[in-house]
């Protein structure tokens, strides 16, 4: 099915654009139609040519690498999620798109990562193989194949220890105390925070100190998104010298340098902390402040409040004081007989 776009909404288009594939072949046509009927007539005429002309040759039947060079070209994935397809891309090279399955994805998971928890197999293959196979299934490169992630163990306690942040704040100094001030005080995720920029470039987030905001980047919705900047975090930002505020806000590329550094950070302080352990503790301490879900979503990356609800713990002592906040409900005692009591 091919996709239409009405005058000035590509390439400054004067009249009805129609871009679609044919015998595995993309193609862009600029009609001379006024209206969307008459485009669609145009694209027929058009199809019907190419079929013609080309029909009786033997066409090349679309790879799984012929699959990424569309996605790529659509979703101009980052460089972390590149990482994971370019290794899939070397695993299924030369397979036909259309014969992939749910269980080559399987297999390609536990060849690929052997003895790897499934969180990791998740992130790593099943969600880029589903964005790569979704988007081949969209310009009809393949069918529609429902991606199913293995399923993930909630662990036993998401948020850091008590004093577990301060200790590390109190034992690192320039970017290392800076970036984990900011998963503390901010609450992002350790991939939004690393592709932080000064300025703003391309499509990721960067920082308007003269606002005092920062402008989020939402690459599934293509979206932008204005977030403030805590007052712990601004004074940090400012206090840096001028001529380091360019390019990346962070000098790691990767969560791997980061944890370079943090992990033996915390066996030198007897610690267990990870960066998403932060994000956790920002989302709960604000729930046990009173903040609803909508005042998180409005000072944080999230898209949606529904997000929100697996990131806040609640603990038995917040519990009991929910529990006795009411002020309308009062202890009543009864002044009844017991029952089985004998009345004289």
């Not at 007897?270 to 994000?279: G, L, M, N, S």
Request: proline share 5%; glycine share 6%.
């Amino acid at each position: 099915m091919p996709t239409f776009y009405e005058p000035g909404k590509r390439k400054n288009n004067k009249t009805w654009v129609a871009r679609g594939r044919i015998i595995g072949k993309q193609y862009e046509i600029v009609t001379d139609a006024k209206n969307k009927s008459a485009a669609r007539h145009e694209w027929r005429e058009f199809e019907t040519a190419v079929r013609n002309r080309d029909g009786h040759r033997a066409q090349k039947e679309p790879t799984f690498t012929d699959a990424i060079t569309e996605y790529r070209q659509f979703a101009n994935p980052r460089p972390a999620e590149m990482a994971f397809i370019e290794k899939l891309e070397k695993y299924f090279k030369g397979w036909p798109v259309a014969g992939v399955t749910h269980a080559d994805i399987a297999r390609a998971a536990n060849d690929l990562y052997p003895g790897r928890a499934n969180a990791t197999k998740n992130r790593q293959v099943y969600t880029p193989m589903g964005a790569i196979l979704h988007y081949a299934s969209e310009i009809g490169m393949r069918d529609y194949l429902v991606v199913r992630k293995l399923p993930q163990t909630k662990p036993a306690r998401r948020r850091p220890a008590t004093g577990t942040i301060d200790k590390l704040l109190k034992n690192t100094d320039g970017y290392q105390h800076l970036f984990l001030s900011f998963i503390y005080y901010q609450g992002w995720r350790i991939s939004e925070t690393l592709h932080l920029r000064w300025n703003e470039t391309g499509h990721d987030s960067f920082i308007d100190l003269s606002s005092k905001v920062f402008v989020f980047y939402i690459p599934k919705a293509d979206a932008w998104k204005v977030l403030p900047i805590h007052d712990r975090v601004f004074i940090l930002l400012v206090s840096l010298p001028a001529n380091e505020r360019r390019g990346k806000v962070f000098p790691w590329a990767c969560r791997s340098s980061v944890y370079s550094w943090l992990n033996p950070l915390c066996d030198k302080l007897k610690v267990k902390f990870t960066p998403h352990q932060a994000r956790h503790e920002w989302a709960t301490v604000r729930n046990e402040d009173q903040c609803t879900a909508a005042d998180m979503v409005s000072a944080n990356t999230w898209t949606s409040e529904r997000s929100v609800a697996g990131y806040t713990e609640v603990t038995i002592d917040h519990a009991r004081s929910v529990l006795n906040r009411g002020k309308s409900q009062k202890i009543v005692y009864s002044r009844g007989k017991s029952r089985g009591r004998q009345s004289k």
